[in-house]
T-cell receptor, first 118, second 114 residues
Framework: NAGVTQTPKFQVLKTGQSMTLQCAQD?????MYWYRQDPGMGLRLIYY???????DKGEVPNGYNVSRLNKREFSLRLESAAPSQTSVYFC?????????????????FGSGTRLTVV | AQSVTQLDSQVPVLEEAPVELRCNYS??????LFWYVQYPNQGLQLLLK??????LVKGINGFEAEFNKSQTSFHLRKPSVHISDTAEYFC????????????FGSGTKLNVKP
């Protein structure tokens, strides 16, 4: 099925370990995003990529890095994991670009990665 | 930056009763508005969206929402809920001049009881 695929679905890390969360979309969308979801706080934007070759910080970028490998893939890296990064991480994509028609604005979300840092 | 307020963190309701989930946003500029649903251990799924035109928007699963610009609200309603509607619902706002940033509310957990 078309959509956004995230791997892994679950991960437990020790403090200080590093890891990369992978995300791929097959809808030819231009924009991709990484969010974290914490209880009572909704979703907060970590980083986004408006188009292939560009990345920008969101609301909570500290402790993370991203790579827009190509149009399909957008990875999120934790260089030195901390317990405060325990969260559920969602990748999303959108075809939105300024000046384009508005009928399809909105995100398609992956099913999430549940990360625990101990 | 936008802020989105979902006034109720949890809403218990009996099956077949009507429900309204409230959403208010702070904005002095034009926005697009969305409601997403998240079932347990799943990602977010788009319920409905308001981009322009009629202020009453119909979405999937019998949900609808009404955009009220003067009150900066976008409340979600369903006239008769089912057990299967039990989920968390998120309101989201997009500034039309900044397409790449969604602002999400903190979510409302709808618990439908038999």
């Amino acid at each position: 099925n078309a959509g956004v695929t995230q791997t892994p679905k679950f991960q437990v890390l020790k403090t200080g370990q590093s890891m990369t969360l992978q995300c791929a979309q097959d809808m030819n969308h231009n924009s991709m995003y990484w969010y974290r979801q914490d209880p009572g706080m909704g979703l907060r934007l970590i980083y986004y990529s408006a188009s292939e070759g560009t990345t920008d910080k969101g609301e909570v970028p500290n402790g993370y890095n991203v790579s827009r490998l190509n149009k399909r893939e957008f990875s999120l890296r934790l260089e030195s994991a901390a317990p405060s990064q325990t969260s559920v991480y969602f990748c999303a994509s959108s075809e939105a670009l300024p000046g384009q028609g508005v009928s399809n604005y909105g995100y398609t979300f992956g099913s999430g990665t549940r990360l625990t840092v101990v | 930056a936008q802020s989105v307020t979902q006034l109720d963190s949890q809403v218990p309701v009996l099956e077949e009763a009507p429900v309204e989930l409230r959403c208010n946003y702070s904005s002095s500029v034009s926005v697009y508005l969305f409601w997403y649903v998240q079932y347990p251990n799943q990602g977010l799924q788009l319920l409905l969206k308001y981009l322009s035109g009629s202020t009453l928007v119909k979405g999937i699963n019998g949900f609808e929402a009404e955009f009220n610009k003067s009150q900066t609200s976008f409340h979600l309603r369903k006239p008769s809920v089912h057990i299967s509607d039990t989920a968390e619902y998120f309101c989201a706002v997009m500034d039309i001049y900044n397409f790449n940033k969604f602002y999400f509310g903190s979510g409302t957990k709808l618990n439908v009881k038999p």
